[in-house]
């Protein structure tokens, strides 16, 4: 059983930087991290590969959001800079066994965090 809690969320101001944790992050997943804005799908916004050696980002988040895992310490983390207003939502990180050509899709992970709130101003 894998648990995953995400942290760092907040409100912050449009052009401002946010540090997204999520602990629970074996090294046996690869891991992604979705948002969900009200009344949106949820979208795929990065992912990292078991190793940490591959990453994918999402076009719209390319350029200034980073992601990166600690393996020692089964963390993965979400660097956000240059937030836009657009980017309010519901971060979610999850853990991905197999399927690391399925990485966009929502259902290829195993198992989701709780979610943890970001919100930019304008």
């Known amino acids: 059983q894998v648990q995953l809690v995400e942290s760092g969320g907040g409100l912050v101001q449009a052009g401002s930087s946010l540090r997204l944790s999520c602990t629970g992050a074996?090294?046996?997943?690869?891991m992604g991290w979705f948002r969900q804005a009200p009344g949106k799908e949820r979208e795929f916004v990065a992912a990292i590969s078991w190793s940490g050696g591959t990453t994918d980002y999402a076009d719209s988040v390319k350029d200034r959001f980073a992601i990166s895992r600690d393996n020692a310490q089964n963390t993965v983390t979400l660097q956000m800079t240059g937030l836009k207003p657009e980017d309010t939502a519901v971060y979610s990180c999850?853990?991905?066994?197999?399927?690391?050509?399925?990485?966009?899709?929502?259902?290829?992970?195993?198992?989701w965090g709780q979610g943890t709130q970001v919100t930019v101003a304008s």
């Open positions: 999850a853990a991905g066994r197999n399927f690391w050509s399925e990485r966009r899709v929502p259902g290829q992970y195993e198992y």
């Open positions: 074996s090294s046996a997943y690869f």
